[in-house]
């Protein structure tokens, strides 16, 4: 069982930055999704296991990036540039398999299995 646990959101104003953090229990390729209410869960950026290569969502790159520490235990968001569209729940997730940590990462909600509780990310204008 993997177990996450997000923080670093908050309420900033557009422009702003913002970092947040991951703890995972577990060594796996990570993910960052977003959520707005009535909306489906959005792929934001993700991590290999071995933290060797990230991806960001093309239209948010230039502003999110994706990292982790050595043993990867967390893994943080950083945000930059943040726009009032930006506003959404932050969910970091853990993929299903754990038995491989290799250099691929994985952009599909359905290849993550485990979700943390998210964290609310607020942009006035």
């Known amino acids: 069982q993997v177990r996450l646990g997000e923080s670093g959101g908050g309420l900033v104003q557009a422009g702003d930055s913002l970092r947040l953090s991951c703890a995972a229990s577990?060594?796996?390729?990570m993910g960052w999704f977003r959520q707005a209410p009535e909306k489906e869960r959005e792929f934001v950026a993700a991590?290999?296991?071995?933290?060797?290569?990230?991806y960001v969502r093309d239209s948010l790159k230039g502003r999110f990036t994706t990292s982790g520490d050595n043993a990867k235990i967390t893994v943080y968001l950083q945000m930059n540039s943040l726009k009032p569209e930006d506003t959404d729940v932050y969910y970091c997730?853990?993929?299903?398999?754990?038995?491989?940590?290799?250099?691929?990462?994985?952009?599909?909600?359905?290849?993550?299995?485990?979700w943390g509780q998210g964290t609310r990310v607020t942009v006035s204008s």
């Open positions: 991590i290999s296991c071995n933290g060797h290569s990230t």
């Open positions: 997730a853990a993929h299903v398999r754990g038995e491989d940590c290799d250099n691929l990462y994985y952009t599909g909600v359905e290849e993550y299995a485990y």
């Open positions: 577990g060594n796996r390729a």
